[in-house]
């Protein structure tokens, strides 16, 4: 298995314009989690999906942050507009029934 | 509100001598816990585990200490290698059918040869 799948790995973009972050989880894995890195705040849960549904989407910072997962292989977050703030390392995590595994990462710089 | 808190943001050790990484936690819901290894650049990986219903899980030179009534578990690292120097994150998981990780904001472990 090639493990949790994110792309794109590395996202500049400027103040204002949509981002779009993609994953797809580790087959049969039923949870998928969106995960977001700082300095000041460490890894922050966005969202979490169970079974392609979102569970808990309390983490989500805003409107302009959006996820989707249409199907158990495959979810994206959007930021639309972007802003500078935003600039952080976004993770990709799936699990099935203890702990996660993680992708490598988008890191995303808004200009 | 931090459920999940790693006090020390760095540690240093001498090669060889043992690490100690801590982690306190506030949600006496949380039933399992975690450790994760982040090295620049990579997502984190896990590490070991333990649940509530043990104290103690060893894994070679990884050992997990789980310490109930004082919600703390920590992590020891003996012998420390320079290899282990990476970010660690503890982590921990509510009894019940929400699963979602809740992390630490993790230690900076650097190992000096």
């Known amino acids: 298995d090639a493990g949790v799948i994110q792309s794109p790995r590395h996202e500049v973009t400027e103040m204002g314009q949509e981002v779009t972050l993609r994953c797809k989880p580790i087959?049969?894995?039923?949870?998928l989690f969106w995960y977001r890195q700082t300095m000041m705040r460490g890894l922050e849960l966005l969202i979490y999906?169970?079974?392609?549904?979102?569970?808990?989407d309390s983490g989500m910072p805003e409107d302009r942050f959006s996820a989707k997962m249409p199907n158990a292989s495959f979810s994206t977050l959007k930021i639309q507009p972007s802003e500078p703030r935003d600039s952080a390392v976004y993770f990709c995590?799936?699990?099935?029934?203890?702990?996660?595994?993680f992708g490598q990462g988008t890191r995303l710089t808004v200009v | 509100d931090q459920q999940v808190k790693q006090n020390s943001p760095s540690l240093s050790v001498q090669e060889g001598r043992i690490s100690i990484l801590n982690c306190d936690y506030t949600?006496?819901?949380?039933?399992?816990f975690l450790w994760y290894k982040k090295y620049p650049a990579e997502g984190p990986t896990f590490l070991i585990s333990?649940?509530?219903?043990?104290d103690k899980n060893e894994d070679g030179r990884f050992t997990v200490f789980l310490n109930k009534s004082a919600k703390h578990l920590s992590l020891h690292i003996v012998p420390s290698q320079p290899g282990d120097s990476a970010v660690y994150f503890c982590?921990?998981?509510?009894?019940?059918?929400?699963?979602?990780?809740?992390f630490g904001s993790g230690t900076q472990l650097t190992v000096l040869p």
């Open positions: 995590a799936s699990s099935y029934l203890y702990g996660a595994f």
């Open positions: 087959s049969g894995h039923n949870s």
């Open positions: 999906f169970n079974n392609n549904v979102p569970i808990d």
């Open positions: 949600n006496s819901m949380f039933d399992y």
């Open positions: 333990i649940s509530s219903i043990k």
């Open positions: 982590a921990a998981l509510p009894a019940g059918s929400a699963r979602q990780l809740t």
